[in-house]
């Protein structure tokens, strides 16, 4: 496979839809396969709200639209 794979933005939303909850997960990187050896990888961010702290996906990367 190439190392120059670009998901598309479907690939990152049908990804996104698997990911775990945040707030619950200890991992800061987590890679989402997304079928023929290819995935989609997140990073987790932690952000500031009314209600306090938490945490959320974050794709960082191109993709296809």
């Known amino acids: 496979m190439s190392d120059r794979f670009i998901p598309s933005k479907e690939n990152?939303?049908?990804a996104a839809a698997e990911l775990?909850?945040?707030d619950k997960c200890t991992d800061n990187i987590r890679s989402v396969d997304?079928?023929?050896g290819r995935?989609?990888?997140f990073r987790r961010v932690k952000y500031k709200t009314a209600k306090g702290r938490?945490?959320?996906w974050l794709?960082?990367?191109k993709m296809s639209v």
Do not use: C, L, M
Request: charged share 20%; no cysteine; glycine share 16%.
């Open 39 to 41: 995935t989609v990888q």
């Open 54 to 56: 938490g945490y959320r």
């Open 12 to 14: 990152v939303i049908k």
């Open 20 to 22: 775990p909850e945040a």
């Open 59 to 61: 794709f960082e990367g």
């Open 34 to 36: 997304i079928g023929q």
